[in-house]
């Protein structure tokens, strides 16, 4: 373990990213190109994200289920668009037990192919309908650049996939979907996101109509940090998805797709962390609190521990997630710092005072120096750590939204959106084409990130403009740089 | 949903265990060669599983990570047991982006060799030390035949890695998760098992010593249901997993890995199956309990379905896995026969007379026929059925205790060995040696099981010698048919 600093974020972000995820051990390169290891903190920080969203599809009627790492090729060339997204990033399988295969197998990139033939198998009424699965998987997309959590050959993920009877009922489940997600960020993670339709340019390939939650990051660009899509009847058809109606007539399903994957370890990381490291919200941080014991000598440990024991005891009983750091061969000081960096919302600090006076240290994360800080009587302490988690959780998504909100920004045309593309982002009327996307991009570096679905509800006016190329306006569209 | 049975076990026994997987809908072929799909029910099955051993893990101390799916060929190669036992086995991607690689990648059939690497970096000092990771994974071996959840192409595991101090360390911990296994084995999936160490011969390529707990299938088979390997330095020596002891001088570790996969859930179909299709523990049962409702016109049925939404709640609120099905279509006869064929541990039967009389009418899936059934008062129905669940657990425990025990027999000679090599197991002095493994495989079809602990433990005979061949026993051991 390091003592060292992370790279200020001010000074480089893209380092401070890095040191950040290495430095609290959240995860680490892996041997293999673009891969990642993710260490134990990470994974446990990644199974409270999994148990959230898990418990939220269940609740929603979803099941799970598990699909074949392995696609046939052939599967993924029979939907055009989809074939022509997924081409250039896929690992092919052409050997297998020692000897070449006849046809060459695709280590999943998503699964919409060989979950669509199993739907035919699987649907044959209407009685079968809706059918709503989610899968727990790894995938892989073989990335030219990656980045640990953000974009790495091989991620985790879920992917749920639906079939239903109408077109209303898939885009019911499409934006139900969005809406989980954005409960969980906002709820869970502390993040606020903006909902909202992809241009056609960046939809998923071979979807009708893409949804994304999209989360503002501490250098204000902006992070995709979930999407959902329907899929219109496009793999019905070519699967072959059909059910008996009530009228007792074949008609082709209509169906969904919606993901998270780990990279919501790189927005919380990013929503959230500071010069210090990382900043965990206590609803989804692995350790809650840490509890560090201060003394100076055997005497003074034994009164000290005698405290930690039944302190830690009571917290752990009403199921806190706490930690002791007991380490005979660091300084308090060290372990500050180190779970300061590691993101840990609460710190607990008794020494041997606090044992005189019935007293306890607390160091809260979210608030740096000594605002952060108190004093406590032991007494109440369990009703103390669960105000002040709650408090902290609220405090992080309260800075979060403050921060985001001071750097959206509307434009009216292009030079508007010039000055603030590289600083924030601009929310603008757009044509959706790709040649003005194209070109934002490529002069300004921003990205068209969506059409807000909360700004676009109202008609929009009949003269509504796009503010790059003035031909008519599909709607307000937010453009910024993103990851 | 089929009406039709399964094939009798007395007819065709592999017949019989593929129709329950397929019937009680636990899982799918896949369209992609020894791969199968986990269908929810299987799924859930498996996430009950997993939960109970996770707790398990972590409640010895160890902690979750992810490793990637990807192992460069030469990895492999750096232990020559290691890569002679799996390059038969293995899936290799040739391609990534399009491009050729310069060095393939494996799919991993199991992380020995990219974990090993990755504790080299992570252990530096005898502080680092036990070193207690798990993974919860995939992985590929392509199998030449292969049978849903008892061995195919893909399955779904943990595998866990740890690193020691001393070579007492290590096999400390090789026998406590072997111990865990049991426990799992007996206490949840009511299997009793032998614990006991492999022969040389069918020892994990790569270890010192092997272990494992052996289940006896319904046709007296023996099924390999979890392992357990010290790997003594073989691993260390390889990738460098080095630590500096307290004298300041480099050591190498000492090494497990242990697994359990998905072949578990074939363990309890084979162990506990009947004619009538699947029979699940309540303890790891997805349903429990099943609720039908009963009534032949509306005024029935408005009366029936009162009672029953008031006991599936109170049920519910203690945590009791229950389903109502309240399916319209479908005849009573018709669901019962269903939910036996999945498996479910309790039926409760809710009718207009029970309305009246206050009753409930219960059948146990382990009773069959008239013995197992019972009218129960509503009035404490909560402690009813925890009672009943908790019988049936330890009813097919007992039940498949004695089987089993009636069909373990000491042999001996080789003519005691043939006679009761096809109709169950075999203990008997054994050298351990390949030749006569190979001999009785070929004669018998039967294969050396395991040398159990318990009946190793005191010292043997000085004149012990092999049933088979007459040379020096090693020890006594099991033989049987296995999967």
Redesign the interface.
Known sequence: MSQQGVTPQSEDYSKWYTDVVLKSNLA?Y????G??????YG??L??NIKAELDKRFKATGH??????????MS?LQKEAEHVEGF????????????EKLEE??V?RPTSET?IG??FS?WVQSY?DLPLL?NQW??V?R?E?RTRLFLRT??F?WQEGHTAHETYEEAQEETLRMLEIYEDFAVNEAAIPVIKGRKSNQEKFAGADASYTIEGMMGNKWALQMGTSHNLGQNFARVFDIKYLDKKNEQQYCWTTSWGVSTRMVGAIIMAHGDDKGLRLPPRIAPIQVVLVPIYKNEEEKARVMHVVGRVADSLLAVRIRLHVDDRE?LTPGFKFNDWEMRGVPLRMEIGPKDVTNETIALARRDIPGKEGKQIVPQEGIIATVMRLLNEIQHGMLRQARTFRDANLHEVEDYEGLKRVADDGWALMWHCGTAECERRVQEETKASSRCFPLDLNKEEKPKDARCAVCGKPAQGKAYFARAY
């Open positions: 680490d892996a041997p293999v190109r891969c990642m290891i993710i260490k134990p994974y446990e990644w199974e099941q799970n289920a598990y699909f074949p790492l392995f696609i046939p599967f081409s250039p990033e896929l690992a092919v399988v052409t050997i297998g037990g020692g060459p197998l280590v060989v033939h199993t198998q009685r699965i998987a790894n892989v073989w030219m050959t091989e985790l061969e």
